[in-house]
Nanobody, 120 residues
Framework: VQLQASGGGLVQAGGSLRLSCTASEGIFVINVMGWYRQAPGKQRELVARITSGGSTNYADSVKGRFTISRDNAKNTMYLQMNSLKPEDTAVYFC???????????????WGQGTLVTVSS
């Protein structure tokens, strides 16, 4: 199973970026998908997550600015980030809790990370 994250880059404060995360084919079911971030010298933190049914949770620091969504048919998750702040600068990782086949246990898989840099 591979998760491919993309969409990071350099943006000025107040700008927007859209991250994408696509899981490889051949997966039985994906439950929760999430975005995490890790800034230099800090621990990885949850940014937002979304269930297969579309229920969402956000970190307080991004509520009202970020929107998580997913397209189950494409095994793809998105993170629309608006009103970006310098403190949003981090490597963003996507995760997926999934089963590879019907008899599999749920496992958490991670993407490779995409760098988001917000300049002031």
């Amino acid at each position: 199973v591979q998760l491919q994250a993309s969409g990071g880059g350099l943006v000025q404060a107040g700008g927007s970026l859209r991250l994408s995360c696509t899981a490889s084919e051949g997966i039985f079911v994906i439950n929760v998908m999430g975005w995490y971030r890790q800034a230099p010298g800090k621990q990885r933190e949850l940014v937002a997550r979304i269930t297969s049914g579309g229920s969402t949770n956000y970190a307080d620091s991004v509520k009202g600015r970020f929107t998580i969504s997913r397209d189950n048919a494409k095994n793809t998750m998105y993170l629309q980030m608006n009103s970006l702040k310098p403190e949003d600068t981090a490597v963003y990782f996507c995760s997926a809790d999934l089963r590879r086949h019907e008899m599999d246990y749920v496992g958490r898989y991670w993407g490779q990370g995409t760098l988001v840099t917000v300049s002031s």
